[in-house]
């Protein structure tokens, strides 16, 4: 089979390698779709710990694909079926394991990350992913390249269930990049009054509004002042920052309403992340500030049923789809951040 392995920095092959063999208690899935992020670009850029000409590692954490063989003590799963993976697996008897949050796990391991993911043709599922139920199957009719979103969605749907997006919110997003976008999709989707987007870039809002229909673009130089001219003074009463930039954590802080809630999504890079906050503005205003990161396998589902009852559509996300032997075209594409997500099919 083939497969897309990272060397080292600025090191990717696509490499022939055998298939996995798997064992009575694993699943060997034909990848069908694995889409690109920002974690990969990163790893690409940077290399990783643990990863030389020695020990290469097949990139990809955003997977869907079809069930090509289970072994004969898997419980639930047959071949042919069309399923999502959650990447990231705990080590199943920590606290944060056993509270269901198994992406929390001091030890976890994640495709993609540091054990081969989803830019191949086949990839192995172990045992510990099938029995924390990683595995989720889909409708016949599901497409493949919306599917591998579902990871990205997730981690949406876990920052907001740690804000609490209530109906008839105000929602204020920082950042319209695909994840922004992603908050966006899902603010409505939960009952959001209003949702604004704030971004550097008037195409990229410009491209928010057209996808999410009466998304209001804030293109005032003054965040502070446009914010409250189109909340008559009040603020809003969630507000996501989904861009590496420490003025959008420090700029959320004035724009909030009494009792608001702030998620801090968008992480920041090493040696910029010591952000100096007003806290007489959370003292006063009575705020919540939430971080979150990743998602567990609850959240996964959830956002897999969100779109298969068609109550969320992560379809126009897709910008462009790319064969294994086009990879890095795809890395410069999605390097050039002209689109949403990048794909790759097989």
């Not at 990848?31 to 290399?47: E, P, Q, S």
């Not at 069930?67 to 639930?76: D, R, S």
């Not at 990049?177 to 959001?192: E, Q």
Request: aromatic share 6%; proline share 3%.
């Amino acid at each position: 089979m083939k497969a897309a392995k990272l060397f080292g920095a600025n090191d990717i092959r696509i490499v022939d390698c055998d298939i996995p063999g798997i064992n009575d208690d694993e699943i060997l899935l034909k990848t069908k779709a694995a889409a690109l992020c920002g974690t990969d670009l990163r790893m690409i850029a940077n290399g990783y710990k643990g990863v030389d000409e020695n020990n290469p590692l097949t990139l990809g954490h955003e997977i869907a694909g079809v069930i090509e063989q289970a072994g004969k003590n898997v419980k639930g799963y047959e071949k042919g079926m069309r399923v999502s993976l959650a990447p990231n697996i705990g080590c199943g008897i920590c606290d944060w394991c056993v509270s269901g949050d198994t992406h929390l796990c001091p030890d976890y391991t994640a495709f993609g990350i540091n054990i081969d993911g989803g830019f191949a043709e086949y990839v192995r599922i172990p045992r510990n992913t099938i029995t924390q139920g990683n595995i989720m199957i889909l409708d016949d009719d599901m497409d493949m390249a919306t599917a591998a979103l579902f990871e990205p969605m997730s981690c949406v749907f876990n920052g907001q269930e740690r804000t609490g997006i209530n109906l008839n919110d105000t929602v204020l997003v920082i950042g319209a990049g695909p994840i922004g976008i992603m908050h966006v999709l899902l603010a409505r989707a939960k009952g959001a009054a209003k949702v604004f987007i704030r971004d550097l870039s008037k195409e990229r809002m410009d491209q928010c509004v057209d996808m999410v229909k009466g998304t209001i673009a804030i293109t005032d130089d003054n965040l502070e002042e446009a914010v409250m001219k189109h909340t008559n003074g009040r603020g809003v009463d969630v507000c996501i920052t989904a861009c590496p930039a420490p003025q959008a954590q420090i700029d959320a802080l004035k724009v909030m309403a009494m009792n608001g809630r702030i998620l801090y999504f968008g992480g920041l890079p090493a040696g910029k992340d010591a952000v100096t906050l007003a806290t007489n503005i959370i003292h006063y205003r009575q705020l919540a500030i939430h971080g979150s990161t990743r998602a567990n396998v609850n959240q996964l589902r959830a956002v897999a049923k969100m779109v298969m009852a068609g109550n969320l559509d992560l379809g126009k996300l897709v910008s462009k789809v790319y064969p294994l032997d086009q990879f890095s075209q795809a890395v410069e594409y999605a390097k050039k951040a002209e689109g949403l997500k990048t794909v790759i099919t097989f």
